[in-house]
């Protein structure tokens, strides 16, 4: 981003499959916020409970504080004299999360978030769709497929289970290519 809304606020959006960076780079443009000097707040949904309950933790351990919400709309009660806030593995977020995200923004404040595109089906996550349209800037990052190499836009799960959600991760799934992704059989 070379020119950034002056009096205004946005919504960032950061998304991509699964070992793509999506939290990393979420951690990385708050913390460029904080050493501006911006208040900053970081939000996860309830839901989302590995590795620390009070911090959002990238896969290469980089980890932030962040408050826990079990809906988007107490989102809104933490953002008085905001100036950046921040929401991880936003695909988990109940229908009003789109609304919540441009009340912020129309409230001046710079809304970055993070979450899945797509499932393990290869299918649209929660209202990430909805963000995605919404969103002023864009970015969707690629993994590496573990098969050959090529970048990926896929979360393979490895195991056979046909429920949305399964926290835990790193060893049910893995990043795929187009090529490389097998859709589930028993779903
Ligand atoms: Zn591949």
């Known amino acids: 981003m070379t020119l950034s809304p002056k009096n205004s606020g946005w919504i960032e959006v950061i998304t991509g499959s699964m070992f793509s960076g999506k939290t990393e780079e979420l951690i990385r443009r708050m913390r460029r916020a904080e050493i501006a000097k911006m208040n900053t707040v970081l939000f996860k949904p309830f839901i989302d409970n590995r590795y620390s309950s009070k911090h ?21 009660k933490y953002s008085n004299e905001m100036d950046v806030i921040g929401i991880d593995e936003a695909q988990f977020f109940d229908n009003q999360i789109v609304d919540v995200c441009k009340r912020l923004a129309d409230k001046k404040i710079r809304v970055i978030v993070a979450g899945l595109d797509t499932d393990y089906r290869g299918k649209p996550f929660g209202f990430m769709p909805q963000l995605m349209c919404e969103s002023d800037y864009l970015d969707k990052l690629r993994a590496i497929c573990v098969i050959c190499g090529n970048p990926a836009s896929y979360t393979q799960r490895t195991i ?23 859709l589930p059989v028993n779903d």
């Open 56 to 76: 959002v933790v990238s896969h290469n351990k980089s980890k932030l504080e962040s408050i826990m919400v079990k809906t988007s709309n107490e989102i809104i």
């Open 160 to 182: 056979s289970n046909s429920k949305q959600v399964l926290i835990g991760e790193t060893d049910m799934y893995e990043a795929r290519c187009r090529n490389c992704f097998e």
